[in-house]
């Protein structure tokens, strides 16, 4: 049985970290343009900079909650693919080892010049002037709107192949990963966690609830039906 659980910040918000859309967004009264873009970077580097610097700084004081640590939980029955838009690393610290991030990690960052140039930024914040080897400027290695996600096929495969799908903690309003969401088709169970919802996508089940709420039985249910397969 393939199991497949695609997140996004809602399931980071019981760990203190804000989303980006809803009550309390990081979003909410700024515009994403001016923060999480190429040009944003290019026009004003140190406040973009500020911006990550400040929020690996609440990843740091953040841990994983209940929803994170039962997917993590659950790989101990049986192997769980996620695939997080989220930047944290809250599913690897609560144990997941098969996590794809698609829009990158901010614990890492990377030259402004060559993606592939990456350094652990596990305590230390990335300031204008730390270079990578080759000379260029350190950004966080994370994907601004208008740049590559990355993962997609790897993702795609995985949703593909799932016969279990959950969908949490993501208003699917972000390209292409909201359109994932139709490609799980030989799923026998299709589910999405979230306490509001715009549009269910067909064949979901949707579970109006808080993500440490309602992933936890779940997983406890997927795991009791592998273990009776
Ligand atoms: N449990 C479950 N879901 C929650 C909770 C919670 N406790 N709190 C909020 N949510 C839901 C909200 O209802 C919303 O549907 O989580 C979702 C968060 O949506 P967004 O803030 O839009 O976050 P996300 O979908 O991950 O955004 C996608 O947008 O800005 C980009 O790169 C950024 O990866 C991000 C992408």
Known sequence: MKIVVLTGAGISAESGLPTFRGAGGLWNGVRAETLATPEAFADNPQRVLDFYNFRRAMVREAAPNAAHQAIAALERHHPVSVVTQNVDNLHERAG????????????????????????????????????????????????????????????????????????????????????????????????????????????????????????????????RSALAD
């Open 96 to 223: 997941s080892t098969d996590v794809l991030h698609v829009h990158g990690e901010i614990m890492l960052a990377r030259s402004s010049r060559n993606p592939g140039l990456k350094v652990p930024m596990q305590d230390q914040d990335i300031r204008l002037g730390d270079l990578a080897d080759d000379g260029a400027q350190l950004r966080p290695d994370v994907v601004w709107f208008g740049e590559a996600v990355r993962h997609i096929d790897e993702s795609l495969d995985r949703i593909r192949e799932a016969d279990r799908f959950l969908v949490v903690g993501t208003s699917l309003q972000v390209w292409p990963v909201a359109d994932w969401v139709h490609h799980a088709t030989r799923a026998g169970e299709r589910v999405i966690i979230a306490p509001e919802l715009r549009t269910c996508p067909d064949h979901f089940e949707w579970i109006c609830g808080t993500a440490c709420d309602e992933v936890p039985p779940i997983m406890s249910r997927w795991a």
